[in-house]
């Protein structure tokens, strides 16, 4: 098998804000999953890059982007005012959705959304919105507790994975999930012996191994759709 294609750098406009990301696509693509990575950290990420190569090797399209500007990055690192601003990422994260419903190669797949720590939350606010559209979500040692009132109105089936060391969070996911609807599919993956980062040897590719899994089965190609709300 030869290498894995890494992709090709977009631009993505969020409310007149640029966007970086990487787009790759296998050939006859299952689906495209829009990564939302957590607080301080980028669409160069070395987990989430690891996790978007093993999808691609599963045959689904992947789509790193950061959340924030060039220019946002640099003050919040001062700042940090906007990591925990999940209305702001969750409308970042909607802009990209309705990018890859437009644009010539995506827009007849279905859309999944991977999400770790502040990133799941905005990706299950962003869920909420675009019901009919986003297939599948899985949320990497996230905080589905600061989607809110949101989770109420998840209808994408939702995987949940956490690490057996990662105490708090283990906690803030199960009650997450119990303010899910009773009829959304939705499941808790916990990872022993796994901390926060998935640090562990074989960790990493647990979560790549169950999220590939919940992708396939959940994404499928669509011709088009819409913003529920």
């Known amino acids: 098998m030869g290498p894995v294609d890494e992709g090709r750098d977009v631009s993505i406009g969020a409310g007149g804000v640029p966007l970086g990301g990487t787009l790759a696509l296998p050939d006859g693509a299952a689906g495209v999953v829009l990564f939302a990575h957590g607080s301080g950290s980028s669409r160069y990420s070395p987990r989430n890059r690891a996790v978007a190569r093993a999808l691609r090797a599963q045959g689904l399209g992947t789509l790193l982007m950061d959340l924030l500007s060039v220019e946002e990055e640099e003050e919040e690192r001062f700042t940090r005012h906007l990591r925990f601003d999940l209305p702001l990422l969750a409308r970042r994260l909607s802009a990209a959705t309705e990018w890859l419903t437009q644009a010539p190669r995506t827009g007849h797949l279905q859309i999944g959304y991977f999400g ?10 962003a869920a909420a919105m675009w019901q009919e559209r986003v297939g ?36 803030l996911n199960r009650e997450a999930m119990a303010q899910m609807p009773r009829l959304t ?38 011709s088009e759709a819409s913003p529920s709300v």
């Open 116 to 125: 770790s720590s502040t990133g799941a939350g905005a990706a299950l606010i």
């Open 136 to 171: 599948a979500v899985v949320s990497r040692g996230g905080r589905p507790d600061l989607a809110g009132p949101a989770l109420g109105h998840v209808r994408s089936p939702t995987l949940l994975i956490v690490g057996s060391l990662d105490d708090v969070v283990l906690d």
């Open 185 to 222: 599919e939705k499941k808790l993956e916990v990872i022993p012996g796994a901390t926060h980062l998935f640090e562990e040897p074989g960790a990493l590719e647990r979560v790549s191994e169950l999220a590939a899994r919940w992708f396939r089965e959940h994404l499928s190609q669509v």
